[in-house]
DNA sequence: AATACTTTGATTATCGAATAGACAAACTAA
DNA sequence: TTAGTTTGTCTATTCGATAATCAAAGTATT
């Protein structure tokens, strides 16, 4: 059992918790105006900002508008007083950033996999993140955290336990990364990374449910439910590109059959092509790329592939409507270059379905962010645990 | 904006809903060993628990065993401090039950419909809560609520927007019950009233993701993730009957082809045995008690049709448990009088998976609540919401 | 320029709730 | 008998939010 009581420190950190996020949304603010939004008191909002600004997380910025009396002090959220690594380890590429308090990125850097043997991958990633700590400014709170985003599935306590595409089995890689940095580590799947990024920095700065679709090789998905990112029991949930749609298609590798990735993502696209188009130099060699590029020349083959592609989307999208109900779809990885050409065939599966009033307020994005989702949202796991960490420490 | 503030009430609003559950969960307990299992001091508890006793909803019930010391007063639960109405509307009858505050059944009664017409639907339901509401025992806070499950989509106002099996369409329902009762009222989808009676009074009591799969004419599902009901941004979540499991399949009425529902359903089993089965009086009259009986009497047809039900909900399932990587899945409704028969195709289905590790400590159980669920599940939304009301108003 | 009114932010007195610790009552064990 | 333990109450203290007051710094009106 043991529940968490309840006593005057928690309420504490929790008003200042307030305090600092409405800064933060609302910069520049004063004092008086975070008073009258939240509803805290003028004196209690003065002794917690004045604490803040000790903690070096936030500054006075000089005078404001007056709207009729004294003019306010306005207030700033400093985000500069940390910075927070994140790094997208994919299977062709690593690229890392590295961000303020605010989610910016201040500097990236990619580094492309030949091979992905873990020792090899292991030193890139290791260059990779020492790159990065050397070049961050100066600031109060240094690095306060790495994050790395991986093809794969990760369980509740951070461990990497299968990565297909990768070759890779039970590493920790927290434990490995930790040993040589001594920073805070997060490791998350790729997908759930980007669902995070997406929320706190991204197109789903306003929603409260959304469902992040990475179309990569393949298809995974990112879960925000209710303002967090959802895990499931072992930490194992969004694994809809295992989602049977087709009960009489053809096998997995995962050992079901008709999965949603071997028709909606990268490969698929990839292996239909190969049946289809034969006016090609190297056929087996082809790319999405290369049918992104035949798709502007307005090659049809190319372009129904890719209403293909996005059908078969539009067919698994249905599902994730009807499951959750979410208020945002957002689509996100390679397969959104695609956009002008599978957008229209995905609309169309999602609207024959009449069950719901669901589509009425329904948002189908894709991705701004873009490649770099998975990479901002780990450095956005690190800035969360700063935060939260954070409080419980400064008494 | 606005965000909720925090204060001392809320310290102790919060700190009094421990104590009080402490209490439901491990009563006989003594305040001493409150304390010790919260952290909360012993002042604290010994005020809070006195509050609680003034409220009636708590008692002393004497000395308890010495433990080498002074002998502890026991605290229990007053569970007769009110009661509450829980209701299943379901298409060919209504089931009203009279629990306590702590979900038992004290009365039952149901009414069986032969028509959906709503005004004579109405009056069998005002009567049947008329009933219960007048032969309920004497209490202190009377009757807390009523609460009717409805096989219908409900949106996050409790608005029932579409019944396809009862023909209704948009039914203000709270609003028709308040009317004539004056009580609260809550309206809820049935499969997320089953899923809230498995978690608060059923096989859900220690888990915290439970999916709860309601095989009845259609599937429903009602999804507890983290600990509580997800109903989605609107309220339409968990519609997985219409989940596309078959994408070459037929048309549903929900303007999907190749539904979840379509397959794995008490319809779908009759459907099938009506193509199958030719030695039967009324062939047209197949029910699921009749294949049930013949299953029971060994016939082969009627056992075969069953494990294709089995297989296909196994299909589905298996999407599930992939999408949301539960604790525990609970299938609940009629189905589960032919668990027998199903149970083996299912697990068989389930077990082809490999992508998770997921199995290792997957509960799948069959309800044991069973066709009570949902309205249980009704009078617990009430018992939820008279506690959670009830600390805000004794200051 | 003088006056009245407003807004801002700090300060002070008060209140409410949790905690530590003291204490008496009621018990067990030797 | 005596010593030690457990229980539950009570008191003094601490901590943080709030309401109210106030001075400073502005605007608007005449």
């Known amino acids: 059992m043991k529940t968490k009581t309840w006593n005057q420190q ?47 997380l936030i500054y006075e910025s000089g005078p404001g508008e007056s709207s009729g009396g004294r003019r306010p002090v306005m207030l700033l959220f400093n985000k500069t007083a940390g910075y927070s690594i994140g790094i997208n380890l994919d ?3 690593i690229l890392g ?9 201040i500097l990236e850097e990619a580094i492309t996999l030949n091979e992905t043997h873990f020792p090899v991958v292991k030193e890139k990633l290791f260059k ?16 306060i955290g790495v994050g790395v985003g991986v093809p794969g599935i990760v369980n509740n ?27 805070p580590v997060t490791i998350e799947n790729e997908a759930n990374a980007g669902a995070f990024g997406e929320m706190k920095f991204g197109l789903g700065a306003d929603a409260n449910n959304i469902i992040y679709v990475s179309v990569g090789i393949g298809i ?24 049977t749609i087709k ?52 090659n049809k083959q190319s372009i129904k592939l890719f209403e293909k592609i996005g059908d078969d989307l539009g067919t698994g999208i249905n599902n994730i409507i009807n499951i959750f109900n ?25 609207e024959n379905e009449r069950i719901g009033f669901q589509h009425q307020n329904l948002k189908l994005d894709f991705s701004e962010l873009n490649v770099y989702s998975p990479a901002i949202g780990m450095a956005a796991f690190s800035i969360e645990r700063f935060f939260s960490e954070f409080q419980s420490v400064h008494s």
């Open 10 to 56: 928690i309420v504490k950190r929790e008003n200042k918790r307030i305090v600092l996020n409405t800064i933060k949304k609302k910069s520049p603010i004063s004092r008086a105006r975070i008073a009258n939004m939240t509803g805290l008191n003028k004196g209690t909002v003065s002794s917690l900002v004045s604490e803040l600004i000790d903690e070096d």
């Open 91 to 93: 299977v062709n590429y």
């Open 97 to 105: 950033v590295l961000t303020d308090l605010d989610g910016n990125v």
């Open 128 to 143: 990779i993140i020492e790159l990065l700590i050397n070049s961050a400014p100066q600031s109060t709170y240094g690095i």
């Open 157 to 183: 306590r951070g461990m990497l336990l299968l990565a297909p595409n990768l070759n890779w089995k039970s590493v920790d890689l927290i434990d490995i990364i930790e040993q040589k940095f001594d920073l």
């Open 220 to 243: 995974g998905v990112g879960l925000i439910l209710n303002g967090g990112l959802f895990k499931g029991y072992n930490g194992f949930s969004g694994e809809l590109g295992h989602m």
């Open 247 to 298: 009960d009489d298609g053809e096998g997995c590798g995962c050992g079901n059959v008709g999965c949603w990735e071997l028709y909606a993502s990268e490969k698929a696209l990839i292996n239909n092509a190969k049946k289809v188009i034969v006016n090609q130099e190297n056929n087996d060699k082809i790319s999405l790329d290369d049918l992104i590029l035949l798709a502007k020349n307005e």
């Open 326 to 350: 979410p208020e945002q779809i957002i689509i996100g990885n390679r397969m959104v270059f695609a956009k002008d050409w599978i957008v229209e065939s995905i609309t169309n599966r999602i």
